[in-house]
């Protein structure tokens, strides 16, 4: 007897911990504002370099640096947000190594998102081209005009474009890897908490 209830109350203990959301409504708004905004750069991004928007070319450059902008104060927040509320640790049966990758990813993600719209910013300030945000206000320039140094910041800023990309992939593939062939809660607990 004192064995069933035992087990009644491990089982209903285990039901309450997955009714808790890994994540806040707050987190998974940032993060999938976040993500849409990256998955709509990276494209954007290569039409721009190659030259491919044709008459829309200085629109899109704008709509580019205006997103980039945006981004800026939307990471910082993220950051500050998962400082504050750390989601729950992901499942015990999670192996050591892909903990570590879990996190080494996210972070590197946090970074190269602060380091990129800043490189573009610079760069486009040393190319001596407005950065007009959504048509609403200008920014100033932050660094000296020199089209020599604009020219190799925005090959960096190429560079981590493609690191941003390779590892929203990673982590896309991650998300999809334990949402079909693991079978776990992992990506379900960006989705419904």
Do not use: K
Not at 24 to 38: C, D, K, P, Q, S
Not at 89 to 117: G, K, S
């Amino acid at each position: 007897m004192s064995r069933d209830i035992t087990t009644a109350v491990l089982e209903r203990a285990e039901s309450h911990a997955m009714m808790i959301p890994a994540y806040t409504v707050t987190a998974r708004v940032l993060h999938w504002t976040t993500a849409f905004l990256i998955l709509f750069m990276i494209p954007l991004g290569i039409v721009i370099a190659n030259d491919w928007g044709g008459a829309a070319q200085d629109f899109l450059y704008d709509l580019h640096r205006s997103i980039g902008v945006t981004v800026i104060p939307l990471v910082i927040l993220r950051i500050i947000y998962r400082w504050r509320h750390p989601p729950l640790p992901l499942p015990d049966d999670i192996v050591p190594m892909q903990r570590f990758a879990a996190e080494a990813t996210h972070w590197a993600l946090y970074a190269l998102l602060i380091v990129q719209p800043f490189t573009g910013w610079i760069a486009t300030s040393a190319y001596r081209a407005p950065v007009v945000v959504f048509g609403w206000f200008e920014l100033p320039p932050i660094w000296p005009q020199d089209r020599a140094f604009s020219d190799r910041l925005f090959f960096f800023h190429a560079l981590i474009g493609i690191a941003i990309a390779c590892l929203a992939a990673a982590h896309i593939g991650a998300a999809l890897y334990h949402h079909f062939v693991r079978r776990d809660r992992v990506l379900l607990r960006m989705i419904s908490g």
